[in-house]
């Protein structure tokens, strides 16, 4: 069983467009979508928007699937002057960037770190090159915060100068995974760039492109994983 994980509804769409026949199922008041895809069996499910839905997403799919690997896709801002909108990030890691206990700790209670696994990257990069879509490879940073203006943003990158992009699911999808000694990469394409003054997309636009892209990228990754 391989999970997917989508931070937005159009993401949700747009795997189901590419996945035929998707059983709609709902458990603990969450809605799942279970299909197979080349006679490997899948599991789609929305998480919402933050740490705490995202755990709950997580826990809940683990409960009812056990998935073998687990895939989160989703949007991110970029914080790096030589990425662009559109380009996407896959985590080789994940930190929670607003955990902090340095008041006790010292530096090592900034962020709750999470390793993606290494052979589903390698294979996320396959994919990114097959399709000529353009990849980097790195740190997601991941808090319940929206990261935007010079002070946050310059806060972010001091704290944890590594991070490639900002976003609100990951760390905790990456954090329950690891718990449950579930396999998992994460997958974000970046709707903005925030060291950039203007962006050639608006979000609608970056939206039904971005969405689109990612589901035909989960879908080869699955054919993939399935041979």
Same mark, same amino acid.
């Given at each position: 069983?391989?999970?997917?994980?989508?931070?937005?509804?159009?993401?949700? +769409?747009?795997? #189901?467009?590419?996945?035929? %026949?998707?059983?709609?199922?709902?458990?603990?008041?969450?809605?799942?979508?279970?299909? @197979?895809? %080349? @006679?490997?069996?899948?599991?789609?499910?929305?998480?919402?928007?933050?740490?705490?839905?995202?755990?709950?997403?997580?826990?809940?799919?683990?409960?009812?699937? @056990?998935?073998?690997?687990?895939?989160?896709?989703?949007?991110?801002?970029?914080?790096?002057?030589?990425?662009?909108?559109?380009?996407?990030?896959?985590?080789?890691?994940?930190? &929670?960037? +607003?955990?902090?206990?340095?008041? #006790?700790?010292?530096?090592?209670? #900034?962020?709750?770190?999470?390793?993606?696994?290494?052979?589903?990257?390698?294979?996320?990069?396959?994919?990114?090159? &097959?399709?000529?879509?353009?990849?980097?490879?790195?740190?997601?940073?991941?808090?319940?915060?929206?990261?935007?203006?010079?002070?946050?943003?310059?806060?972010?990158? @001091?704290?944890?100068?590594?991070?490639?992009?900002?976003?609100?699911?990951?760390?905790?999808?990456?954090?329950?995974?690891?718990?449950?000694?579930?396999?998992?990469?994460?997958?974000?394409? #970046?709707?903005?760039?925030?060291?950039?003054? %203007? %962006?050639?997309?608006?979000?609608?636009?970056?939206?039904?492109?971005?969405?689109?892209?990612?589901?035909?990228?989960?879908?080869?990754?699955?054919?993939?994983?399935?041979?």
């Amino acid at each position: 069983m391989i999970a997917i994980i989508a931070a937005m509804q159009s993401e949700v +769409d747009e795997m #189901l467009k590419l996945i035929k %026949n998707a059983k709609k199922v709902c458990k603990d008041e969450i809605t799942f979508w279970e299909a @197979q895809v %080349n @006679q490997q069996s899948v599991v789609i499910m929305l998480s919402g928007v933050g740490k705490g839905h995202a755990a709950i997403a997580a826990t809940c799919l683990i409960h009812h699937y @056990q998935p073998q690997y687990i895939i989160n896709i989703g949007t991110a801002g970029g914080l790096c002057a030589e990425e662009e909108v559109l380009d996407v990030v896959i985590a080789s890691e994940v930190v &929670q960037h +607003d955990y902090d206990t340095s008041a #006790l700790d010292g530096q090592s209670g #900034l962020g709750l770190l999470f390793q993606a696994d290494a052979a589903l990257c390698d294979l996320c990069k396959h994919v990114c090159e &097959q399709m000529k879509v353009r990849y980097h490879f790195g740190l997601i940073a991941s808090g319940d915060q929206f990261i935007s203006g010079d002070e946050s943003v310059q806060l972010l990158k @001091q704290r944890f100068p590594k991070a490639l992009c900002a976003e609100m699911e990951a760390g905790t999808i990456a954090q329950t995974a690891a718990h449950f000694h579930i396999p998992f990469v994460i997958l974000r394409s #970046l709707s903005d760039i925030t060291v950039h003054q %203007n %962006n050639h997309l608006t979000f609608q636009e970056y939206v039904c492109v971005a969405a689109s892209r990612s589901a035909r990228m989960c879908l080869e990754i699955i054919k993939e994983i399935a041979c």
